[in-house]
């Protein structure tokens, strides 16, 4: 059981906080594991608990929790500019420098970098380019997307990339 009185941190979870992938009047019956700190490749919930966290953060900390050296490049790039798009012809010069090493060990000829936030964004983006491509080499009509059986293509199921049954089961 949870702690449900109205300051709690699993109360004020449920209250203000729409978690993905999560079933909200389950969450409400069961309430949260509070998460408080990651050290290498474990992390603590709030009572200390430690657990072996496999899924790397869901894909965004592969390099462990509370590395030293990331937080000093973290540090730095933030003391500089900690974030901007690269919408509109907008960019940070940190962007420039990364797209020209990833197209530096890129196979492919005139490769250029597109980065995105997340997988879903990437896959929709992709599926976007792909229809432009098409309609620009004279065939707009070309949209249909294949996808395995099964296949996950991110959380992002608003354009049914998401063909696993127990995604769109509830």
């Given at each position: ?34 998460m ?93 380019l ?21 296949g ?19």
């Open positions: 059981m949870f702690d449900s009185k109205p300051n709690s941190a699993e109360a004020r979870d449920i209250a203000f906080h729409l978690h993905s992938q999560t079933n909200p009047q389950r969450h409400a019956e069961i309430g949260p594991l509070i408080a700190r990651g050290e290498g490749v474990h992390v603590y919930d709030a009572s200390g608990k430690r657990y072996l966290e496999a899924m790397a953060g869901l894909w965004c900390t592969s390099l462990g929790f509370s590395e030293k050296r990331l937080k000093a490049a973290a540090a730095a790039a933030y003391d500089k500019f900690g974030f901007y798009h690269s919408f509109n012809h907008k960019t940070p010069d940190n962007t420039i420098e990364l797209a020209e090493k990833l197209v530096d060990i890129s196979p492919i000829p005139d490769a250029q970098a597109y980065f995105a936030t997340s997988g879903s964004e990437a896959t929709e983006t992709m599926v976007k792909a229809w432009v491509y098409h309609a620009v080499h004279g065939k707009p009509g070309k949209r249909k997307i294949i996808a395995r059986d099964r996950f293509h991110g959380s992002d199921d608003r354009c049914g990339f998401d063909v696993r049954p127990a995604a769109h089961a509830s």
